[in-house]
């Protein structure tokens, strides 16, 4: 069956160390897409991206960094800078136009 | 003021009960989801509708561009349809736009 894998699951981080975070699809999706849901918000978009090896900053980008090498993958790098990192991220693709997303199952950070 | 408006935040109800989740927004879309997100966090698509009303089930979601305002309802509810719902609208470059999400829990 097609989807999107997120991995790992949980994931715990020490302060001040860069972490990353799997975002993987095989549904030939060209938009995927990163989100951040924080208790009692709405997700908000970190990056975003259309095309291989392009990628597009969101309302959120500051202390996050992405790559899309692949049509498959996108990758979130969690870095240092990001004052908050604690929280659930979500990884979404979208076939085109007028089509629906699909969400993978998401990776809840803790920072320790 | 969020762009996207749910209402209400919690709902509570018994096994059976008629449920209406609503969810204003105040810009331009192309298209609104309306999203399905049980405890383990995972997310589902359950309708993308961009006029008219959608049915699948026991879910209806509708909505109305003139007045931007969309409604999904759940008929006869059960205790497995508690989950958080959540609006979202698609702006321009497929970017969504998520409301704060409904936690509905129905009681057996």
């Known amino acids: 069956d097609g989807g999107i894998t997120q991995s790992p699951k949980y994931l715990f981080r020490k302060e001040g160390q860069n972490v990353t975070l799997s975002c993987e699809q095989n549904l030939n999706h060209d938009a995927m897409y990163w989100y951040r849901q924080d208790p009692g918000q709405g997700l908000r978009l970190i990056y975003y991206s259309q095309i291989v090896n392009d990628f597009q900053k969101g309302d959120i980008a500051e202390g996050y960094s992405v790559s899309r090498e692949k049509k498959e993958s996108f990758p979130l790098t969690v870095t240092s800078a990001q004052k908050n990192p604690t929280a659930f991220y979500l990884c979404?693709?979208?076939?085109?136009?007028?089509?629906?997303?699909?969400f993978g199952s998401g990776t809840r950070l803790t920072v320790v | 003021k969020n762009e996207v408006e749910q209402s209400p935040q919690n709902l509570t109800a018994q096994e059976g009960e008629f449920i209406t989740i609503n969810c204003s927004y105040s810009v331009g879309i192309s298209a609104l989801h309306w999203l399905q997100q049980h405890p383990g966090g995972g997310i589902v698509s359950l309708f993308m509708l961009s006029s008219g009303k959608k049915k699948h089930g026991r879910l209806i979601a509708t909505i109305n561009i003139q007045e931007k305002h969309s409604s999904l309802h759940i008929t006869a509810s059960h205790p497995r349809d508690s989950a958080v719902y959540i609006c979202?609208?698609?702006?321009?470059?497929?970017?969504?736009?998520f409301g704060q999400g409904t936690r509905l829990t129905i009681n057996p």
């Open positions: 979404a693709t979208v076939r085109g136009t007028n089509y629906g997303y699909t």
């Open positions: 979202a609208v698609i702006q321009g470059a497929q970017k969504l736009v």
